[in-house]
């Protein structure tokens, strides 16, 4: 699968990603462009979406909730 992830502020990122059960979760998302759930959001269409779901959307935005100071 084939997703386009925008860091607000940053970077984006083109990912190919394949889960060993087929249907990878925005957490494989986050760990293949080395985000933590725990300092960001994954937005799909401006919504949040629970990290444990399965990607849906071909393209995301990511916000990040801490950044370093």
Known sequence: MHVTV???GEDTHEVELE???GRPTYADLL???DLSPHE???LVDGRPVPEDQPIESEHVTVLRLIKGG
């Open 6 to 8: 925008d860091v607000k």
């Open 19 to 21: 889960a060993a059960d």
């Open 31 to 33: 760990g293949e462009v």
């Open 40 to 42: 960001v959001s994954v």
